[in-house]
Structure formats: structure tokens, C-alpha cells
């Protein structure tokens, strides 16, 4: 298994990479820490499912022994002390509010499911349960995600001044309060692959990042409005394997939102390509 260096984050330069032209951002990050938007974007699936990714020494993944603190708002948020996370956020237009109702809906319906089958089987939920609402999970996030990659709403962050204020948002504390593994900024959402350092929660820094854009994002028509949907996606990434897969599904994003270069943009650490500059 190939794993980076713990010194991989010392006297390197980040290279923020637009087709043409690369500006030299002067905060120190990873060699292997730079946009590969101009270059990933022209891969296929098949070339991207193929790039070899090198977990991070810092990397870990979910522990079944060791103590894990749950809490629910609509969606169910797990926490585990060290673990590295993806973590899905987007604009609050980004999916329109009957869809989102209906959604809503659905799962409150499942949440009174759950609840009453728990409670006639002594707190235990049935197999065929599980799989039926593993099943709905998996189609709801697929109509989700394919909502969000048709680019739905103002999609703000398709401009380089936004695309740029977000990007230098998620580098601002890298390697201080949490390491950032790789990320993609979308018109309208964000995925991140990112790891909280000890004394710092994932909602914390996830909050900061969309305060922080919220008040400086050029073109809103509607100022006082939410800029972000308030709650956000995330899961505990389970072993490298799962890291693997949650990198290059990050990185397939644009192409299959069928987006130009200049219209997002990608981030990734420890990602090995003959067309990716190191």
C-alpha cells in the first residue's frame, strides 16, 4: 500500500491550475496538494477509476471498537475521534422546494416505520426492513445527486472569484485544524474528503466554510436569504479501500455534471497520473 510521507505537508507550494495559466498561492501545502481540474476533467470514468491513489499517512477509518456518538437532524450525523470523513454540502437552491418537500416527506414516512417495527420486535429491526430501507437510501441519494450535477439554481460558485474565495476557505486551516484530502466545488455543491484534528468537530469546520463564503459570494440576488442548505451530508469513510473510491468519486464529478474546466473545481492529494503534474 502506498502511503505519503507525515512530512508531505513541509515547504511545498499549492498550484491552483486553470487550463492555461497556474497562480502560486503562497501558503505552504502538500506537493501533491494542487487542482487537477484542467486534467481530471478530460479523463474518462474508466482512466479515473484506474489513477493510483496513496492513502495518506494520517489516514483513518472507522473503528468498530472504538466509541462512536450519533446525533439526528433530518439525516443521521456519526462521529468517531480521528476518522476522516466525505461530506457533502449545497446551495440552498439547488433543489427545488417541492422536490425537496417530497423528500422530506419520504423520509419521515420511513422514520415512522422504523419506529413502529422497533417497536413490535423488542427494538430490534427486521432484515427485510433493513434491506427495503437501505434500498430507499440509495435511490433517494442518486436522485439527489443527479439534481444537484443538473445544476439547479443560481449556481454561483460556476465563476472563478467565487470558485476562487470558496478554494482559499478550504485551505485557510489545512493542516491546523483539519487535513483536507481532496475536494471538488461545484456550481451549486461541494464534496470533501477531509479529516477534523483532535479538538475540532467536522460540523465546526463545515459551519465556517459556509459563513465565511456566505458573506463574501459576488452576484446574490437575495442577500438576507440562506445561501447554504442548512444541514450537510456526511459519512465516515471505512477503510482505504472506501477512501479510495470516495477520491475518485469525487473526482468523476465534473464530468458527469458535463461541466467545462473553468466551471469548477478539483483538489487532490497523493493522486499519481501521467497527465497529473506531482
Same mark, same amino acid.
Given at each position: ?30 506537493? +501533491? %496538494?494542487? !487542482?487537477?481540474?484542467?486534467? @481530471?476533467?478530460?479523463?474518462?470514468? $474508466?482512466?479515473?477509476? /484506474?489513477?493510483?491513489?496513496? &492513502? ?34 449545497? +446551495? %440552498?437552491? !439547488?433543489?427545488?422546494?417541492? @422536490?425537496?418537500?417530497?423528500?422530506? $416527506?419520504?423520509?419521515? /414516512?420511513?422514520?415512522?416505520? &422504523? ?164
Amino acid at each position: 500500500m502506498k502511503r505519503l510521507s507525515t512530512n508531505w505537508r513541509r515547504g511545498c507550494e499549492y498550484l491552483w491550475i486553470q487550463r492555461d495559466f497556474v497562480e502560486r498561492v503562497s501558503r505552504p501545502v502538500p506537493s +501533491t %496538494a494542487f !487542482s487537477v481540474r484542467s486534467k @481530471v476533467a478530460n479523463l474518462t470514468p $474508466s482512466e479515473i477509476n /484506474d489513477l493510483e491513489i496513496a &492513502i495518506p499517512d494520517s489516514f483513518i477509518g472507522f473503528n468498530p471498537y472504538e466509541q462512536v456518538s450519533i446525533y439526528e437532524r433530518n439525516l443521521p450525523h456519526w462521529r468517531q475521534r480521528g476518522a476522516t470523513y466525505f461530506a457533502t454540502f449545497r +446551495t %440552498a437552491d !439547488s433543489i427545488p422546494h417541492e @422536490v425537496h418537500q417530497d423528500l422530506k $416527506s419520504a423520509a419521515d /414516512d420511513w422514520r415512522d416505520i &422504523i419506529a413502529k417495527a422497533r417497536n413490535q420486535n423488542s427494538g430490534i429491526l427486521p432484515e427485510n426492513l433493513k434491506r427495503e430501507f437501505d434500498h430507499f437510501q440509495r435511490r433517494n441519494r442518486a436522485k439527489i445527486e443527479s439534481l444537484l450535477d443538473g445544476c439547479a439554481g443560481d449556481c454561483l460558485l460556476r465563476g472563478k472569484e467565487n470558485l476562487h474565495l470558496l478554494a482559499e476557505a478550504f485551505h485557510h486551516f489545512n493542516g491546523e485544524r483539519y487535513h483536507l484530502h481532496a475536494a471538488v466545488i461545484m456550481p451549486n455543491h461541494c464534496h470533501v474528503v477531509i479529516q477534523p484534528l483532535s479538538g475540532h468537530e467536522l460540523s465546526n469546520i463545515l459551519g465556517s466554510w459556509k459563513s465565511f463564503s456566505a458573506r463574501n459570494i459576488r452576484g446574490r440576488r437575495h442577500p438576507t436569504a440562506p445561501f447554504w442548505q442548512a444541514e450537510n451530508f456526511d459519512r465516515i469513510i471505512r477503510d482505504e479501500c472506501h477512501y479510495r473510491n470516495a477520491v475518485r468519486c469525487l473526482l468523476k464529478n465534473p464530468a458527469k455534471a458535463r461541466l467545462a474546466a473553468e466551471q469548477c473545481w478539483l483538489f487532490a492529494c497523493g493522486v499519481n497520473h501521467p497527465m497529473i503534474h506531482n
